[in-house]
C-alpha cells in the first residue's frame, strides 16, 4: 500500500482532518477445483490490462470458467524456447460475449516481469488480448519484452502476481495433462475482488511549525497522524 499524507490548513484546530490513503493494488480470490489462491492485480504500473481483468472478474465472466492449459518441459517440442505456465480463462458459455481486445501494456513500459507466481494475459499478436490469462510457475524472462519466447519480441502483458495459495497453481500446473491439454481440465468455481483487510493502527506525532490562525501568532502545533486502515488517515492536532 502506498500512502500519501498531505497537509490540509489547520484553520480549525482541534478537529480531524482525513487525508485518503492511495492503494496501487487490489486483491482477487480465484477458487478452483483444486484449492483457492489470491492475486494481487497492480493497477497502478499495469492500468489497462489490470482493468480489462478486473471487468471480467467484476462481470462474473470467470466463474465457470477453467484452467485448461498445462505447459512443461516435455509437452513443447516444437519450442526452441520453453516455459512453464498454467492457462486459464471465462466459461464459454457465459451470457455476456467477450470485451473487445486491449493494446498491449510492455513490461518494459510496466516494470513488472515474468516471475515465479506472475499473471499475465495470454494473446497471439500485439493488441490482442481479451479474458485469457498464464500464471508462471518458476521465473520465465523470455516472456518479457525483448524475450523470444514469441517470435515478434514483444512479450506479454504481466498485470499482477500470486500473493497466497501458489501451491494450488503448481498443484493444477501438475495435474494430468495430454499434449498441453489438462484431462480433465481444472475448473474454475469463483472468481471475485477481496474486501481490503483492516490493518492495526499506527499512531505517530510530529510538529509543524509557524502554523497561524486567525486570532493568534505563528505557533507550533503537534500533530498526531492516525493511518487506520487502507481506507482513510485521519489526522488530529493538538
Given amino acids: 500500500m502506498t500512502t500519501l ?13 482525513i487525508v485518503p490513503v492511495a492503494s496501487d493494488s487490489v486483491r482477487v480470490v480465484v477458487e478452483t ?5 489470491e492475486l494481487e492485480v497492480d493497477v497502478d504500473r499495469a ?25 512443461h ?9 520453453r516455459i512453464a505456465v498454467i492457462q486459464g480463462g471465462r466459461n464459454r458459455n457465459a451470457a455476456s460475449p467477450s470485451f473487445p481486445p486491449i493494446d498491449l501494456e510492455r513490461t518494459s513500459d510496466t ?29 520465465q524472462p523470455s516472456l518479457d519484452h525483448g524475450g523470444m519466447r514469441n517470435a515478434d519480441g514483444q512479450g506479454f502483458a504481466a498485470f499482477g502476481r500470486v500473493v ?8 493444477i ?17 469463483r ?28 505557533r507550533s502545533v503537534a500533530v498526531d497522524v492516525m493511518v487506520a486502515s487502507p481506507g482513510d488517515t485521519a489526522v488530529t492536532s493538538t
Avoid: K, W
Fill in 5 to 17: 499524507l498531505s497537509l490540509l490548513p489547520l484553520g480549525v484546530l482541534g478537529l480531524p482532518l
Fill in 33 to 37: 477445483e483444486l484449492g483457492t489462491f
Fill in 47 to 71: 492500468p489497462v490490462t489490470a482493468a480489462n481483468f478486473l471487468r471480467y472478474v467484476d462481470g462474473g465472466h470467470y466463474d465457470g470458467g477453467s484452467f485448461h492449459r498445462t505447459v
Fill in 73 to 81: 518441459a516435455d509437452n513443447q517440442p516444437n519450442d526452441s524456447i
Fill in 111 to 139: 516494470g513488472i516481469t515474468h516471475r515465479d507466481g506472475t499473471i499475465s494475459m495470454a494473446r497471439a499478436g500485439p493488441n490482442t488480448a481479451t479474458h485469457s490469462f498464464f500464471i508462471c510457475i518458476g521465473d
Fill in 164 to 171: 497466497e495459495g501458489m501451491e494450488v497453481v503448481r498443484a
Fill in 173 to 189: 500446473h501438475g495435474a494430468p495433462y495430454e499434449g498441453q491439454r489438462l484431462t480433465p481440465v481444472v475448473g474454475i468455481v
Fill in 191 to 218: 472468481v471475485y475482488r477481496r474486501a481490503p483487510r483492516s490493518s492495526p493502527a499506527v499512531q505517530f506525532s510530529t510538529v509543524i511549525s509557524n502554523v497561524q490562525s486567525v486570532d493568534n501568532p505563528p
